[in-house]
């Protein structure tokens, strides 16, 4: 009977990179191998030099699937910067190569709630990858989750991938009313088209309550014009013009605090004066202006400014009297040339 070759000694006699070449070949067809070959890859080498390869892997439009090797990198021992990295190569190689919706979704309740420490996972970066499956399977899953940090702040990505603007706007009112989350409602709601809700928002949470009331009142108008919801809005009207020393502090207090987050809200404020059609409301527009224009200053947003009275300029160049009240609270009015786009002056 011929005795079995010395396949020890023969793979000894081989130089190391056909070796490698035979392992891979039969990794390939074995994945029980190619998972034991990953694991001793990521123990036996540094993190950073894996990342690099898959990094230029994904570059290059590979066709192979990376996400099992990738998802292997971010449930490594890196840390900080290596581990961010992992996750977003990870993203990347589960948007070209689509794993089970609900597996990954399990993975991400997984780091995101049972793994202190970890950082925070940018949902929009999986969203392809999840699909709606894998998007109900996570707002499923986290309807019977106790009220933790990390779970609403995923209920609330999920809102935000998914475009459910009213959950989005819950979350949001439940916050502490910062000028940076009055802000994010603002926004929100505009790019959602809610203009007259944004306006609203804006003047009720941070320039004045009764500014809320007035634009409210302005908001029934519009949806139902009569004489009764007119004569409300011209009454809110008057009461908050009996309130300017409060109004004008409380967008002071506003600009002193961050000259920046204030911008929007003073344009939005002008807005509002202009829409008053009336001397006084075209008055106190220009000194708003006025105070806008050294907002811009602070924040070193000069040339913006320009555009934006420009903008506004041409919106309302019919409104001579408006125009006047511009120069005499001395800030240059743009030469009107031909008709252009106007900006939206709340942007």
């Known amino acids: 009977m011929t005795s079995a070759p010395d396949l ?10 056909t070796l490698a070449d035979l392992l891979l070949e039969q990794a390939g067809r074995d994945p029980r191998l190619r998972h034991e070959l990953e694991l001793r890859a990521v123990a036996h080498g540094k993190v950073g030099p894996i990342l690099d390869t898959l990094q230029r892997l994904l570059d290059a439009g590979t066709q192979a699937d990376l996400t099992p090797l990738a998802r292997r990198m971010a449930d490594s021992d890196a840390t900080g910067a290596e581990l961010r990295r992992a996750i977003g190569l990870y993203a990347r190689a ?18 995101q709630l049972e793994r202190p420490g970890w950082p925070e996972i940018n949902l929009a970066d999986f969203a392809v990858a999840l699909g709606d499956e894998g998007l109900q399977h996570l707002r499923a ?28 706007l819950a979350i949001l009112a439940e916050q502490p009313p910062t000028p940076a989350t009055t802000l994010r409602i603002v926004r ?23 500014e ?64 008053l059609r009336d001397p006084d409301g075209y008055r ?20 913006e400014f320009g555009e934006y009275l420009a903008g506004l300029v041409e919106t309302h160049k019919r409104k001579t009297r408006l125009l006047v009240e511009v120069r005499n609270a001395r800030i240059a009015v743009p030469k009107q040339g031909p008709p252009r786009k106007a900006t939206t002056v709340g942007a």
């Not at 019977?144 to 779970?151: F, Q, V, Y």
């Not at 929100?188 to 009764?210: D, K, M, N, W, Y």
């Open 8 to 17: 020890r000694g023969y793979l000894r006699t081989l130089d190391a990179e």
């Open 94 to 111: 589960c948007a070209a190569h689509r794993p089970d919706p609900r597996e990954l979704a399990d993975w991400i309740l997984d780091t």
């Open 212 to 275: 809320g009331v007035l634009a409210l009142r302005r908001a029934e108008f519009r949806r139902n014009p009569s004489p009764d919801t007119y004569r409300a809005l011209r009454a809110a009207a008057e009461e908050l013009n009996r309130w300017p020393a409060e109004r004008a502090q409380a967008l002071a207090q506003l600009a002193e605090r961050d000259p920046a987050a204030a911008i929007p809200v003073y344009r939005l404020h002008v807005e509002e004066l202009i829409e």
């Open 284 to 303: 106190e527009a220009a000194q708003r202006l006025r105070e806008l224009r050294a907002l811009h200053k602070r924040a070193d947003r000069v040339p």
């Open 141 to 168: 899953a986290l309807d019977g989750k106790p009220s933790s940090g990390a779970a609403r702040r995923l209920v609330e990505q999920i809102a935000e991938v998914t475009g459910d603007v009213d959950t989005l």
């Open 188 to 210: 929100l709601l505009r790019s959602a088209g809610r203009h007259g809700e944004a306006i609203a928002h804006a003047a009720r949470t941070v320039v004045h309550p009764r």
